[in-house]
């Protein structure tokens, strides 16, 4: 499921956490827990205030 949501969030673009909720089918917690998880590694950006995330800049420029 990690790897389907950084492909989804790929562009770098933000996108709310209820577009990723609903395009995955995932509860409010596990949601958190992979947003969380993508955080604390370095993957993700989190606003928690606008409730959105993206893929951090330096992730995306790491070679495929």
Not at 49 to 63: G, H, M, T
Request: charged share 35%; no cysteine.
């Amino acid at each position: 499921m990690i790897e389907e949501i950084i492909k989804f969030l790929e562009d770098g673009n933000w996108h709310t956490l209820r577009e990723i909720k609903e395009s995955f089918n995932l509860s409010e917690i596990n949601l958190w827990k992979i947003i969380r998880f993508l955080e604390i590694f370095g993957f993700a950006e989190v606003d928690e205030e606008e409730r959105k995330a993206r893929l951090d800049s330096s992730f995306l420029q790491l070679p495929a």
